[in-house]
């Protein structure tokens, strides 16, 4: 089992800046992806930013894609999801998942371990 603690969400102005953080406890050994999704109320979650655990592959959304960034901290078993130039479309409650697989899914029934999620609000 692995858990996922999510932290760093909270309320920007359009334009600003916000880092969200994952932590991973338990069996961290047998993560093959992580990844970050977001669900804005009324709609469905849908697939942010994902990464190999250790890297280095990536994969963004186009909504996303050079504006926001995953990287991970093996040391420090945590994942964290730097977004800059937020948009109020951005806004969502956004929301750590890993899978034991290797095989990269953007889709949310392919992750077995899921956050709490925290969220982000951007103000126009």
């Known amino acids: 089992q692995v858990q996922l603690v999510e932290s760093g969400g909270g309320l920007v102005q359009a334009g600003a800046s916000l880092r969200l953080s994952c932590a991973a406890a338990g069996r961290t050994d047998a993560i093959g992806i992580m990844a970050w999704f977001r669900q804005a109320p009324g709609k469905d979650r849908e697939f942010v930013a994902g990464c190999r655990w250790g890297g280095p592959d990536t994969y963004y959304a186009d909504s996303v894609r050079g504006r926001f960034t995953i990287s991970t901290d093996n040391a420090k078993n945590t994942v964290y999801l730097q977004m800059n130039s937020l948009k109020p479309e951005d806004t969502a409650h956004y929301y750590c998942?890993?899978?034991?697989?290797?095989?990269?899914?953007?889709?949310?029934?392919?992750?077995?371990?899921w956050g709490q999620g925290t969220q982000v609000t951007v103000a126009s």
């Open positions: 998942a890993g899978t034991e697989y290797y095989t990269f899914s953007a889709l949310a029934a392919s992750y077995e371990y």
